[in-house]
């Protein structure tokens, strides 16, 4: 590599659209979720400030450690958890050329960095020596298992149609063809909505964390600055997760203009507006059902994703595996 490209990779994991980024990012879309949520309940909502201020207040709360928890765990397990995430996100590829970091799998290393942070919240809970936090613990495992297979198989649809497992790749695709959410994989899109709300625990798959009946789950011992990359790690996880739907399904940064004769500086800087844009619609999605449903019971969360989620993202995997090799 010459001295300028390796600045521009440096620049791309370090400040855009690498860690920087990504943590003004995390507390914008945590700002907007948390204001439609107040809007929901007719309240005024927090100022845009208000998620970086208690960021900073819960880095400057004492650290807990139980008397009875494995410490090293207890101590590990939210950086790993935040350090998936972030790693995860320099793969998504905002400019409208291929990324750095890109390569010929890299959409299985993100699907499988994205399992990472539900692992280490069942891990923090586990080691906790607390009944709620163990039993908040193998409620996010038996959602994890619930829901990541119907995720795993959404996010493969569109890799299958592309013929590739590069999400680079399967984004250029859609821009030299079309964009696979107007293609049956329309109802892989959906599914990918939805098995994320799972993943992310959020309502109405809030079961592990449950504060009216299990007090708050996996993280009810976790407190100070673990409790802080617990939460940024999850907001991180939102928005790694809304840019891979936007990525697979909707072409990324890709618009319906031709933009082939114009300067790539501009070509890239429109892409990256898109894609933030594109982002932006599937957190509202998201919080739009938050707040307009009920927490589910962990056997009906279980049953709807056995019964429901799984059977009909193996019909869509047939019908698009049959679209491949006879269309």
């Known amino acids: 590599m010459t001295s300028l490209e390796i600045i521009f990779a440096l620049i791309y994991i370090f400040i855009f659209p690498g860690f920087l980024f990504i943590s003004f990012f995390s507390m914008t879309v945590q700002w907007i979720d948390r204001k439609l949520g107040a809007k929901f309940q007719k309240r005024v909502g927090p100022p845009f400030i208000q998620p970086i201020a208690d960021f900073i207040k819960l880095l400057t709360k004492e650290d807990i450690i139980p008397a009875k928890a494995d410490s090293k765990m207890f101590t590990i397990v939210p950086i790993i958890g935040l350090t998936s995430v972030l790693t995860a996100f320099i793969y998504i590829p905002f400019y409208m050329v291929e990324s750095p970091t890109s390569f010929s ?144 399904f909707l072409g990324g940064g890709d618009i319906f203009i031709d933009l082939s004769g114009q300067h790539y500086i501009l070509v890239n800087l429109i892409g990256v507006i898109v894609l933030i844009a594109k982002v932006l619609v599937i957190v509202l999605i998201l919080s739009v059902i938050k707040f307009s449903v009920a927490r589910l019971r962990i056997d009906q969360m279980v049953k709807f994703s056995y019964r429901f989620m799984i059977p009909l993202s193996l019909l869509v995997l047939a019908i698009v595996i049959l679209m491949k090799m006879y269309l």
């Open 105 to 248: 799998v890299d959409l299985l290393v993100v699907l499988y960095l994205l399992t990472v942070p539900t692992l280490a919240i069942f891990l923090a809970g586990w080691n906790s020596s607390n009944l709620f936090g163990q039993v908040g613990s193998m409620r996010a495992i038996t959602q994890l298992i619930s829901y990541e297979i119907p995720f795993f198989i959404a996010m493969l649809i569109p890799a299958i149609l592309a013929s590739s497992w590069s999400i680079t790749e399967i984004m250029n695709y859609q821009v030299d063809h079309f964009w696979f959410i107007f293609t049956p994989a329309a109802v892989a899109f959906f599914i990918a909505i939805i098995t994320l709300q799972g993943k992310l625990e959020r309502l109405p798959f809030d079961s592990p964390e449950a504060e009216t009946e299990i007090v708050g789950g996996p993280l009810v011992d976790v407190s100070g600055p673990r409790f802080a990359l617990f939460k940024f790690m999850l907001d991180v996880e939102m928005v790694v997760g809304a840019a891979l739907i936007a990525v697979l």
